[in-house]
């Protein structure tokens, strides 16, 4: 099977398994420039393992993935690592700002990796705070800051390399409600301005339904929903 | 509050210790091991006192004072006994021949009987020496036959070497030094055991250096899986523990790992007290018998340590908010301020200002002010190490991604950087300024020897009665022996000894062969039978007077021992004069040289001394040379001559301090592996998100190397400053000249920084697997 004419990144029957446990059993995937396409599934259906195969964090056991027409499942390391350097953005539900970066320091860290120098980097990031509405958090570090600022840092750090998709896992898992819409408002906001794709992966309805279009994982397999309408 | 809460809550906290899964017992039995150490050390250390004062009484009880002019009358409960020390390879032997004169002789301690004429008792080393094949050229030396072995009371140590064996006609022997008669064995005047006073310090210094390590382990031991506690923590504060009862929770976790630690350290102790045994440090060895602390501070030190785990733990958990919804948050930590910090090496060395200059011979150091000196000096160090990181690291640059990362994290928890640096701080401190003191005392020790060891290097001292040629032809006939001759002294007398006041002018007499004088000074031709008088030797005053051709003068061999037996000399004419020279030993010789053949007949034979020169190519040549002397002359004396005295045991102390402090970065490395291992496994989903987002991994690891290595760095800096410091101060204490020794400063810094490329490399494969994506998963 060929991937849908235009997509940017599709899959192919990935199978992937951790030791007895198949988390992935035939999945496939794919998604255009600009699209926002959510990822549904219960707990433990192999939606973060889809997630972390789209993004070349991990291997699949076997399948293909190509991004931009070009053979993801087959890379180097180095290559996939370059890769979600300059082309990916993420976004996860813990963890992923470092604590003893101050805010527009976490932000800029994407571009310094790439070799930006510190004070071009940081003026991008401190544009890109100013667009999710963080700017004034820029010096504080983020134990300093609520759970919903510091997820709108994370989206700009997530933006600011200007990635051609990104991957966000339950982004709004650690918020209420309120704080969830807003951070989903301005992250397909930003997204859909930049032209990104966002690979949404969540278990909320509500969090689904900003995107185009969603897919769902059971038991390692995916459904698309607008193919089954 | 009631004491019943506290202890529910103590125990409630020991049985999540237990409890808590593979991590929770991991906690509980690194602190057992941290605390256990700490114990041992301690217990090891307050028993060295008593061990010393009990090797002291020992030495005392078993004294056989031979140093007598008066010579006691033979009865049923005398003993004749001779001290016929030797030396075998580097290990002194102390020899004893002992004859029993009466059924009531008195006994020396650890004999249950005298042995026989031909037999012998040894110490238990020396009985295995002997039968092991190290021993085979001793074997030849002690040719008794073993009976029996010496117990315990009768020895000052595990490893002594010591005979006691059977002689018969020793009483002729009696001469005031070497063999005596005598009526009881002790110390006719004792003295309290007083340690020598740079022993004192070094013992001192070694146990703060020592135990700061063990303290900086428990600490590491103690956070050692936090995440995992913190979480229970405020799992507790969920269901409704208070604040001040989940730190009471914490506190139980810690003392049960304490208590078991009490249990190891108890352990340890026993087993570090039987291993002591089998050691033998600067010559001394002790039985584990004597290593007995004192129970006033075994129970202190059962108290103590625990305590100390305990306070270790609420110390870590300072600052930390444990909160119902399982966030548990650090406090932004409080500036540190220089002033206090600064107090602490100030009094240390205000208390140790008062005994600069005390020397070795006569310092009397009060313990106290010492100890508490150094001990302030030491934590001086612990106390100004986090706020010099705090200040420093605040005012680092920018730099890489991997710089920038570790500088930030330092600069957000100084604390616990210095805190993991601290151990490594204070012990380089400490060994630099032990291998100080070392080094300046070795050369207060270790004097350049006056001996010439160009034209011999052994000498031995034959007693009365043992032919000179005899000896002199066997010593050069022995295997590695160049050459060989034989010097004996003699006096001249103007008149007998026996007169009243005795000889009014008197001058010396050396006797030897042509060969042998002209070792003594140049002599312009020589033939047996010649005589030649020395002119202008240092204080020989009464020479010229005597050095007439035809005065009769009194020539006593005897050395002063026997002087009924001196002979009848007349100057002979012809005799010449030559200048005044040094034998080998360096002692310069005046008065008469006389060939063998001017000796008159009746002279009694001489107590020689023969000087060997030797081949050092010829493995053991020395204990064939001893093995030599001791079959021509059983009261032989051989000394070994060195170009520097003492330096070979000093030299060993310091390779054994290298390798102590070794050990202790190890055991500190270990701690610092521990702290960060834990650091890494709680930033897991941290480190698999950078990775996620295309960190490299070169970067991690690199910020993994900067954050050990930048307090690293000004630890080893501040270590240096006070360790220069602390020798300085401690030679100055001992009155030695002040020289640093940049070798080991060099040596120790080297190490410390060794550990950290150790700790980091070894810290990678951990660190390269919780950046697998794994660490994303949550499901």
Known sequence: MTPPPGSLLAAENLRKAYGPTTALDGAEFSIHPGEVVAVMGPSGSGKSTLLHCLAGIVTPDSGSITYDGRELSTMSDARRSALRRSEFGFVFQF??????????????????????????????????MARLEVDDLARKRPGEVSGGQGQRVAVARSLVTGPRVLFA????????????????????????????????????????????REIVVRDGRSRDMERLV | ????????????????????????????????????????????????????????????????????????????????????????????????????????????????????????????????????????????????????????????????????????????HINGWQTARIS???????????????????????????????????????????????????????????????????????????????????????????????LEILDISVFPSYLNPSPALAVLVAVAVPAAAVLVTLLALRGVVIEPLGVVRTARPARRRLWWRLLLPVIGLALLSPMIGKGRSNGDFNQVLVSSGVIALLVGVTALLPWIVEAVVARLGRGPVAWQLAVRRLQLSSGTAARMVNGIAVAVAGAIALQMLFAGVEGDYTKASRNDLDRAQIQVQLSRGTGADEAVAKLRATRGVRAAVALADGNLGSTSNRS?????????????????????????????????????????????????????LYLDTSQGMDTGREVRWTVPRGIRKVAPGKDPSGMEHGGF??????????????????????????????EYVRNTAASLDRFANVTVWTRTEESKKFASIRTGLLVGAICVLALIGASLLVSQLEQLRERRKLLSALVAFGTRRRTLSLSVLWQTAVPVALGLLLA?????????????????????????????????AGIVLVVTLLSLPPLLRLMRPEGLRTE
């Open chain 2, 500 to 552: 009243p006041d005795g000889p009014k002018l008197s001058s010396s007499a050396t006797i030897g062969d042509c060969a042998a004088l002209r070792q003594v000074t140049a002599l312009p031709s020589c033939r047996d039978g010649d005589v030649f008088v020395v002119t202008g030797a240092e204080y020989d005053t009464d020479t010229p007077a005597l050095a007439k051709p035809g005065k009769q």
């Open chain 2, 720 to 752: 240096a400053a006070v360790g220069l410091t602390l020798g300085t101060v401690l030679l100055k204490m001992t009155a030695t000249t002040v020289a640093v020794d940049w070798a080991s400063v060099l040596t120790m810094t080297g190490i410390g």
């Open chain 2, 593 to 622: 040289l006389l060939t063998r053949g001017a000796v008159p007949a009746g002279a009694e034979q001489p107590a020689a001394q023969v000087y060997v020169s030797t081949d050092d190519d010829v493995a053991d040549v020395r």
């Open chain 2, 1 to 172: 509050m009631n004491l019943r809460q506290w202890a529910a809550d103590l125990r409630l906290g020991a049985k999540f210790a237990f409890t808590g899964g593979r991590e929770g017992w991991t906690r509980v039995l690194l602190t057992a091991v941290g605390v256990g150490l700490g114990v041992a050390l301690l217990l090891l250390t307050t028993a060295i006192p008593n061990a010393l004062t009990v090797r002291h009484q020992r030495d005392e009880a078993r004294s056989d004072y031979t140093y007598s002019q008066k010579v006691k009358p033979k009865a049923d409960d005398t003993l004749v006994i001779s001290d016929i020390d030797t030396t075998y390879g580097d290990k002194d032997i102390r020899g004893r021949l002992v004859e029993p004169e009466g059924p009531r002789a008195p006994l020396a301690p650890g004999l249950a009987k005298y042995p026989a004429p031909g037999d012998m008792v040894v110490s238990p080393a020396l009985k295995r020496l002997l039968d092991s094949g190290d021993g085979k050229l001793l074997r030849e030396r002690l040719p008794y036959r073993v009976v029996g072995t010496i117990g315990e009371s009768g020895l000052i140590g595990s490893q002594e070497l010591a005979y006691y064996a059977g002689a018969t006609d020793l009483a002729r």
């Open chain 1, 169 to 212: 896992d339950e982004p709004t898992g650690a918020l209420d409600s309120l704080n969830g819409e807003r951070v989903m408002e301005l992250l397909t906001e930003a997204a859909r301005s930049a032209n990104a794709a966002v690979v949404l992966v969540t278990h909320e309805a509500r969090v689904a339904a900003w995107s185009d």
């Open chain 1, 95 to 128: 963890g992923q700002l470092v604590p003893e970066l101050t805010c527009v320091e976490n932000v800029a860290l994407p571009l310094r990796l790439n070799g930006t120098p510190r004070k071009e980097a940081e003026r991008t990031a401190l544009a890109w």
């Open chain 2, 184 to 278: 009881e064995y002790g110390t006719p005047n004792p003295t309290p055991s007083s340690p020598d006073p740079v022993l004192i310090l070094l013992v001192l210094v070694v146990f703060v250096v020592l135990l700061m390590p063990v303290a900086v382990f428990i600490t590491a031991a103690v956070r050692f899986g936090g995440e995992q506690r913190d979480r229970r923590l405020a799992a507790l504060r969920l269901v409704g523990s208070d604040s001040r009862m989940t730190r009471r929770i914490a506190a139980g976790e810690a003392l049960a790992g304490s208590l078991l630690g009490l249990v190891f350290g108890t352990v340890f102790f026993l087993l570090g007290r039987q291993a002591a045994g089998e």
